[in-house]
């Protein structure tokens, strides 16, 4: 049984324009929201992060944005660059954090010039 | 900082073999994890540690073994190596699970 469920599985954006990444989750223990980026042939890095008690968070152009009642959690990218092309994955993690975290299946992001 | 390092970078077993590999990290995190990913698939988690002597199963533990002896090591054993272990693995160690987890750089393995 999946529990984070991320789409698209592939999306291309033209330079300049937003990319939307979904993600949805069902286990209503899950508070900690995170999302991970990452290029090929090296391991994911924290990109930005959520708990369920902000209905948005904004770093650069980077933007959670968290809808609790419908279990939904999505990553926007503003002016998208080239050197945004790579793998997103959003992830999730349940109350007192011990129980590691739970990923979607990754969206593979290729921004063209 | 070397944050966490993992070794070997690739390694190519027979079927049946057993191997460690190996996950270390220089900043002081009680809780480390490991995970493997493979194509269209994420990363699913095998173990993870919330200190030293305590370990637990994460979603996908069979066939791997885990110890927890210092706060810095949290190695990753296969037990008898199948084809269907052929991934790449990644350590992460974080302050807490709900705190940015640090990743090494993977292992690639394949076996044959």
Known sequence: QQQVKQSPQSLIVQKGGISIINCAYENTAFDYFPWYQQFPGKGPALLIAIRPDVSEKKEGRFTISFNKSAKQFSLHIMDSQPGDSATYFCAASPGGGADGLTFGKGTHLIIQP | NAGVTQTPKFQVLKTGQSM??????????????????????????IHYSVGAGITDQGEVPNGYNVSRSTTEDFPLRLLSAAPSQTSVYFCASSWTGHTEAFFGQGTRLTVV
């Open chain 2, 20 to 45: 460690t590999l190996q996950c270390a990290q220089d900043m002081n995190h009680e809780y480390m994890s490991w995970y493997r990913q493979d194509p269209g698939m994420g990363l699913r988690l």
